[in-house]
Every structure is written in C-alpha cells, then in structure tokens.
C-alpha cells in the first residue's frame, strides 16, 4: 500500500564522485517516489553525463528521474519527467516536447493562483514552499500549511511540500495534506548519512494521519 505521502529526493548541485554511491544507499533504505536532478551552470552535455549513472541507479529502484529547469535536457535522457520554475517554460509546451507519459510539475512557490494556473496548463503536480528556512537556494516565499489544507480539498492533482524539511519538522506538512514532501539537505546533510535520513523519513510518511 502507497502511504498518502511520499518522499521526493533533490539532488545536492554536486553529483560527481562519490555521490551516485550515496544515492544507492539513499534509495536502498526506504521508498524514494523520485529524485530531481538539479545541477546549475553546466552545459547540457556535461549534465548528460552526470545525470547517466543516476538515471540507472533510479531506475534499478523504479525511482521516476526527474529533470530540474531544463526540458531540452529532459528530452534527451528520456526522463521520468521535468520540473519547471515560473521562468523555465509552460507545462504546454513540455507536454508537447516530452509526451503524454511524463511527469511535468511547476513550481507555485506561495501562489494559489499560480497553482490552478498550472492545473489548468496541464501539469501533474504543483510544489508550494519554502515551508521552512534553507540553504539549497534563495527564499522568497513562505506559504503557510493553509495552502496544502485548500489545495488537496479541492485538486486531485497532487501537492509537493518543499524548503528546508527534515524528519523532525515534516510531519505537519503530511498531516496538511502534501503528496509529497520534497528534500535536499535533510537527506544529503544528515548527520548519520543519508540511509538513515530516508529511514526517519519513511517513519514520519508511514504514521498514519491525525
């Protein structure tokens, strides 16, 4: 049985290395529903070749791959699906780069407006946040968890709940009614690594709701 919300990886913008190793012990702890692939400032070839080994690593866990920002590039690797920015394009224009099957989700930051907007343009999901202070970029909205409240009562497109979410401040997002909790550091900088990160996670998803 899925449970009502699920985890939603982001990668850190470093995924060289070491990092493919950490995101097999990240997906081999618990279920990851899909990690973004987020690098900034690379050409799409170099991004291509970085993105390879991840792609793999995903779909041996039957984890979607989606790409960040970037629908050229998500065409190219025949992608699980792309997220896009209020400035990276229309969710019209994806589906008809990408097709019918991939996922295509918008970021709304702390808009209702930009959400049903997105619905009506055809997108999966929509992603409100920050909910929390973070470091993975700049923030300049906060919603609050009325806005997760509103959407899943009235949408059946599902929400993800993103900004600085870790295992000790997301279970109020899952209770709001978020489909998806998206992380970056609360995973990739946990103190016991990113295996347990996913474990304390999957305890915080697995609870049943309030």
């Known amino acids: 049985m899925t449970p009502s919300c ?23 702890a618990g279920p990851v529903a ?8 690379t050409d799409q070839h170099e991004a291509a070749r970085l993105a390879e080994p991840l792609q793999a690593i995903c779909a041996a866990h039957e984890v979607a791959f989606i790409v960040n920002d970037d629908m050229a590039l998500a065409k190219r690797l025949g ?18 780069l990408l097709g019918p099957s991939v996922q295509i989700g918008v970021t709304c930051h702390d ?7 997105a619905g009506e343009a055809g997108a999966d999901y929509v992603a409100f946040g920050a909910f929390f202070p973070t470091t993975t970029k700049e923030v300049r909205h906060r919603p609050d968890l009325d806005i997760l409240i509103w959407w899943s009562s009235l949408f059946e497109i599902p929400c993800v709940a993103i900004g600085g979410i870790t295992p000790e401040n997301g279970r109020p997002l899952v209770e709001a009614g978020a489909d998806f909790l998206a992380v970056c550091g ?20 697995s609870q049943p709701a309030a």
Do not use: C, T
Not at 6 to 28: H, N
């Open 34 to 41: 899909a990690l973004q692939f987020r690098v900034k400032g």
């Open 111 to 117: 808009s209702r407006h930009l959400a049903m907007e």
């Open 186 to 205: 609360g995973v990739w900088n946990h103190p016991e690594g990113p295996a347990a990160a996913v474990r304390a996670f999957g305890e915080i998803l």
């Open 6 to 28: 699920q985890l939603y990886l982001i990668s850190p913008l470093d995924v060289g290395g070491a990092f493919p190793d950490r995101l097999r012990e990240a997906l081999g």
């Open 79 to 96: 992608a699980d699906g792309v997220h896009l920015g209020q400035g990276d394009g229309d969710p019209r224009e994806a589906r008809a």
